[in-house]
């Protein structure tokens, strides 16, 4: 995936244990989170976690938008608590569903390679689901968007199943009342939606997930009038009418590959690729929070990163509720 110019789209190729928590976090309650959760039990946590990153994310860029996506995807179904990771041998559990079908392995793939660096280091202490909101915040950061400190102390769910996840997650045909609805199920808000749609601004999207805004809006237009006209064009040459259900296109036409604020730029000028992003623009309830971040993408940051630590805290499993899994793609036993 290479960058390009505003005239360009380019397409994208696209024997487990129950962990002891140590005396220090026994005490800790279990009743939150905390900044310095790890700072006795892996003071190397932070260090661990961004070096396998980086490598990952040196090897594919694709890990910045896999690793992100995985992250919302676990926290909108049940709470922050890596069961979407969970690997089931009757391909019953959440990624086996049809939202999570589409997820890139390079982003499980990321999470399971800090997980065994982790496990080196300190095993039995720090929880996948800490170190999925850990790799979220450092590909936003390795993309050229913010930092921000993670709060830390989940622990790992104890169930996954696919059928969990109808209706817990955003559609890309949805209007901003369905998108307002799905986030405040999560005890999120419709500023948060727009603020955490954001995140298309880096990632891909196969051609079949706007397919229809292309080629069967409605009966009055064959294709979405709030397209940019070129830009339509520029997608139908990418996904013409026969197009294979493994092609793809970048989210952001302008920079796919860096996390800015150009994402509520393109939906001003019409370059929105699904219903559910070129929707924020034209409804009047989201079209001024799309100005705004258009204009000063230091505000689009801070929103951000406020925003990511609050969903970071949706559905979070402590003490009892849950395990610390040595191996994050299966329970502990």
């Known amino acids: 995936m290479e960058k390009q110019s505003r005239s360009m789209l380019a397409l994208v190729a696209v024997s487990l244990v129950v962990a002891m928590l140590p005396s220090s976090q026994a005490a800790y309650g279990g009743d939150g989170l905390s900044k310095d959760y790890y700072s006795s039990s892996c003071p190397g946590l932070l260090s661990f976690v961004r070096e396998e990153v980086t490598r990952k994310k040196n090897e594919t860029v694709v890990t910045i938008p896999a690793v992100l996506r995985l992250f919302f995807h676990d926290c909108f179904v049940n709470g922050c608590d890596a069961s979407v990771l969970i690997a089931s041998p009757n391909n019953d559990a959440e990624k086996n569903s049809e939202d999570d079908d589409s997820l890139a392995g390079d982003g499980y793939d990321t999470v399971n390679r800090v997980k065994a660096r982790v496990e080196r280091e300190c095993p039995g202490?720090?929880?996948?689901?800490?170190?999925?909101?850990?790799?979220?915040?450092?590909?936003?950061?390795?993309?050229?968007?913010?930092?921000?400190?993670?709060?830390?102390?989940?622990?790992?769910?104890?169930?996954?199943?696919?059928?969990?996840?109808?209706?817990?997650?955003?559609?890309?045909?949805?209007?901003?009342?369905?998108?307002?609805?799905?986030?405040?199920?999560?005890?999120?808000?419709?500023?948060?939606?727009?603020?955490?749609?954001?995140?298309?601004?880096?990632?891909?999207?196969?051609?079949?997930?706007?397919?229809?805004?292309?080629?069967?809006?409605?009966?009055?237009?064959?294709?979405?009038?709030?397209?940019?006209?070129?830009?339509?064009?520029?997608?139908?040459?990418?996904?013409?009418?026969?197009?294979?259900?493994?092609?793809?296109?970048?989210?952001?036409?302008?920079?796919?590959?860096?996390?800015?604020?150009?994402?509520?730029?393109?939906?001003?000028?019409?370059?929105?690729?699904?219903?559910?992003?070129?929707?924020?623009?034209?409804?009047?309830?989201?079209?001024?929070?799309?100005?705004?971040?258009?204009a000063n993408q230091t505000k689009f940051f801070e929103a951000f990163t406020e925003s990511m630590i609050k969903l970071g805290r949706v559905g979070v499993k402590t003490g009892n509720s849950g395990d610390i899994r040595r191996d994050c793609t299966a329970f502990n036993h």
């Open 125 to 294: 202490v720090v929880s996948c689901s800490d170190i999925l909101a850990l790799a979220a915040r450092d590909v936003v950061s390795l993309a050229d968007g913010p930092y921000w400190t993670v709060e830390l102390g989940r622990r790992d769910g104890l169930v996954s199943k696919a059928s969990d996840v109808d209706g817990k997650l955003p559609g890309p045909d949805m209007k901003v009342k369905e998108l307002t609805a799905i986030f405040k199920n999560s005890g999120l808000s419709q500023w948060d939606m727009v603020v955490l749609s954001g995140a298309h601004t880096v990632g891909f999207a196969h051609c079949t997930r706007f397919y229809k805004r292309l080629y069967s809006f409605n009966s009055t237009h064959e294709t979405d009038p709030w397209f940019n006209q070129a830009y339509a064009q520029q997608l139908m040459e990418a996904c013409p009418r026969n197009v294979s259900a493994t092609i793809a296109v970048n989210m952001d036409p302008v920079s796919p590959i860096k996390f800015d604020n150009e994402y509520y730029t393109n939906l001003v000028n019409g370059l929105g690729l699904f219903t559910s992003d070129q929707v924020l623009y034209k409804d009047n309830a989201s079209q001024k929070i799309v100005q705004e971040f258009s």
